[in-house]
């Protein structure tokens, strides 16, 4: 049966991996075409154009009304360095995206999240230096249950800075923007702006009684595309430059909390997929695998998603921890190994285990 409907997503990519994480684990673009890809209902054809950022790469006024939706993506990059160019360009562009396109809807995580905030007229500023990482959970306002139908997330995260509350209360006051929830570490884990009211409407709705439908912007601090081989090796390298302190890392390894499923993959995409006028299935897009966030590696069968993610995840940790050490004995003893040898070892590791195939 032919697809009843074709999505249009706008990816705005803001950030880069380094060289060895990404050869393993994808870069931005692969985790979102994927996440988006791969949580599509059977009947939804989803057609995805990229534009990076950091080239100033930007869609044309005549494509942006060809888009249902703008996705921006994290970044490493501070949200409120205005002393970088493509981060004073992004938020004059999202300035008229949202004055000037309404219908586009718009959805941004971390980094996407504190930039969004900031066209809406919010600060971003560090969190008190304090990273937030891994498997967190999100406590959903009312208006948060409502959307996702939950009374709480559980989301990957990997930032230390924020927008803070009170650079948004002129516009929770006026209910232009409605908060998402919140964590131990950080006041404003995502915001929702919904469309005004049609001249139709006869009776004013609750907050809490509106449709996905009618959401314009919404956004998240947490990561619904990582999984938790990503955060794990974003945790080691960022461990090894010195980018985060010991305590938080050693908070990470120690707890076990990192093995913990996350709502990404399901509850959050449930959302954004209603939000976009397209009702889940429940049902795995059958034109894509699942890719969990290896881009070559695809669980065809469902079912094996929830045992299998944790051996998963200790896969990437064994495939990152032999990279290094095989690379510097290879230097040291003059022999070579075949560049796609771990990958091709992961793989079959992978079939063999969940009888999967790449």
């Given at each position: 049966?032919?697809?009843?409907?074709?999505?249009?997503?706008?990816?705005?990519?803001?950030?880069?991996?380094?060289?060895?994480?990404?050869?393993?684990?994808?870069?931005?673009?692969?985790?979102?075409?994927?996440?988006?890809?791969?949580?599509?209902?059977?009947?939804?054809?989803?057609?995805?154009?990229?534009?990076?950022?950091?080239?100033?790469?930007?869609?044309?006024?005549?494509?942006?009304?060809?888009?249902?939706?703008?996705?921006?993506?994290?970044s490493a990059t501070d949200a409120h360095n205005d002393s970088v160019k493509w981060v004073r360009a992004l938020l004059d562009f999202l300035k008229g995206v949202i004055r000037d396109?309404?219908?586009?809807?718009?959805?941004?995580?971390?980094?996407?999240?504190?930039?969004?905030?900031?066209?809406?007229?919010?600060?971003?500023?560090?969190?008190?230096?304090?990273?937030?990482?891994?498997?967190?959970?999100?406590?959903?306002?009312?208006?948060?249950?409502?959307?996702?139908?939950?009374?709480?997330?559980?989301?990957?995260?990997?930032?230390?800075?924020?927008?803070?509350?009170?650079?948004?209360?002129?516009?929770?006051?006026?209910?232009?923007?409605?908060?998402?929830?919140?964590?131990?570490?950080?006041?404003?884990?995502?915001?929702?702006?919904?469309?005004?009211?049609?001249?139709?409407?006869?009776?004013?709705?609750?907050?809490?009684?509106?449709?996905?439908?009618?959401?314009?912007?919404?956004?998240?601090?947490?990561?619904?595309?990582?999984?938790?081989?990503?955060?794990?090796?974003?945790?080691?390298?960022?461990?090894?430059?010195?980018?985060?302190?010991?305590?938080?890392?050693?908070?990470?390894?120690?707890?076990?909390?990192?093995?913990?499923?996350?709502?990404?993959?399901?509850?959050?995409?449930?959302?954004?997929?209603?939000?976009?006028?397209?009702?889940?299935?429940?049902?795995?897009?059958?034109?894509?695998?699942?890719?969990?966030?290896?881009?070559?590696?695809?669980?065809?069968d469902a079912s094996t998603l929830s045992k299998s993610s944790l051996v998963f995840g200790k896969l990437q940790n064994i495939f990152t921890i032999l990279n290094p050490f095989v690379?510097?004995?290879?230097?040291?003893?003059?022999?070579?190994?075949?560049?796609?040898?771990?990958?091709?070892?992961?793989?079959?590791?992978?079939?063999?285990?969940?009888?999967?195939?790449?």
């Amino acid at each position: 049966m032919a697809p009843s409907r074709t999505v249009r997503i706008g990816l705005l990519v803001t950030g880069t991996l380094s060289g060895p994480i990404e050869a393993v684990h994808g870069s931005y673009q692969e985790f979102y075409t994927n996440y988006f890809k791969d949580t599509a209902p059977p009947s939804t054809r989803v057609v995805i154009d990229s534009y990076h950022i950091k080239k100033m790469e930007f869609p044309s006024e005549e494509r942006i009304s060809e888009y249902d939706l703008l996705m921006v993506t994290g970044s490493a990059t501070d949200a409120h360095n205005d002393s970088v160019k493509w981060v004073r360009a992004l938020l004059d562009f999202l300035k008229g995206v949202i004055r000037d396109h309404p219908k586009v809807k718009l959805s941004g995580i971390c980094f996407g999240h504190q930039i969004i905030c900031r066209a809406l007229g919010g600060q971003c500023g560090s969190n008190g230096g304090r990273w937030e990482i891994g498997p967190t959970p999100v406590h959903l306002t009312d208006t948060g249950k409502s959307i996702f139908g939950v009374d709480r997330l559980f989301l990957q995260e990997m930032h230390r800075d924020h927008v803070p509350l009170e650079s948004l209360n002129t516009q929770f006051a006026s209910r232009d923007l409605y908060l998402l929830g919140h964590t131990d570490l950080t006041e404003n884990q995502g915001v929702v702006k919904f469309y005004p009211p049609s001249d139709s409407d006869t009776e004013p709705k609750d907050e809490i009684a509106k449709s996905h439908q009618e959401i314009h912007i919404l956004t998240l601090q947490g990561h619904p595309e990582f999984s938790e081989g990503v955060v794990t090796a974003i945790v080691r390298a960022r461990a090894e430059d010195g980018a985060m302190d010991v305590p938080t890392v050693t908070d990470y390894w120690g707890t076990g909390r990192r093995w913990r499923k996350t709502d990404g993959f399901d509850i959050v995409a449930t959302a954004l997929w209603k939000m976009l006028g397209v009702i889940p299935t429940g049902e795995f897009n059958a034109q894509s695998d699942l890719h969990l966030s290896h881009p070559r590696v695809a669980i065809r069968d469902a079912s094996t998603l929830s045992k299998s993610s944790l051996v998963f995840g200790k896969l990437q940790n064994i495939f990152t921890i032999l990279n290094p050490f095989v690379t510097s004995k290879t230097r040291n003893t003059g022999r070579s190994i075949e560049p796609g040898f771990f990958r091709q070892f992961y793989d079959l590791c992978l079939t063999y285990l969940f009888d999967v195939s790449a």
